[in-house]
């Protein structure tokens, strides 16, 4: 079943960069954006992950964090994250279990993993979704979403 504009985020645990258990319900109460991506350290990832880095601040000062979900280990993300000095949670999604949840579409014929933000609510409500393979774009759609929620 995929995940709609007023639907509610979920349930989930994952391991973040720095090997951490995430659990999604004791991050409620701020409003959130959750972008799934490719892979760790490719070109449009490193583009998405690196413009959210840039705007980071916007997201904090309106109150927002951002997350970071792929199927790449903790490892890699810990590597990348480094790489790129990248601020905010990077959740490591090996076995696709957290992609499955919020049915996070294929792309290239199912081959590679789709690129979807999701910007949820303080009570962890689904405010608005941007599917595109065009890694950037998926930045200041969130940024406005968040504004639009203030």
């Given at each position: 079943m995929e995940l709609k504009i007023g639907d509610q985020v979920p349930e989930f645990t994952a391991k973040d960069q720095h090997g951490a258990t995430f659990n999604w319900s004791e991050h409620l109460g701020k409003p959130t954006v959750i972008y799934f991506y490719p892979k760790d350290d490719t070109t449009g990832c490193t583009a998405q992950a690196c413009s959210f880095r840039d705007e980071y601040q916007d997201f904090k000062d309106l109150g927002a964090e951002v997350i970071g979900i792929s199927g790449d280990s903790e490892k890699s993300h810990v590597k990348f994250a480094q790489k790129y000095n990248l601020p905010f949670i990077l959740l490591s999604d090996k076995d696709k279990i957290i992609r499955k949840l919020f049915n996070v579409p294929t792309n290239l014929l199912g081959?590679?993993?789709?690129?979807?933000?999701?910007?949820?609510?303080?009570?962890?409500?689904?405010?608005?979704?941007?599917?595109?393979?065009?890694?950037?774009?998926?930045?200041?759609?969130?940024?406005?979403?968040?504004?639009?929620m203030k």
């Open positions: 081959l590679i993993p789709g690129r979807v933000t999701y910007i949820v609510d303080k009570e962890g409500t689904v405010v608005s979704i941007f599917n595109s393979m065009k890694a950037t774009n998926h930045i200041p759609v969130a940024l406005n979403a968040i504004r639009e």
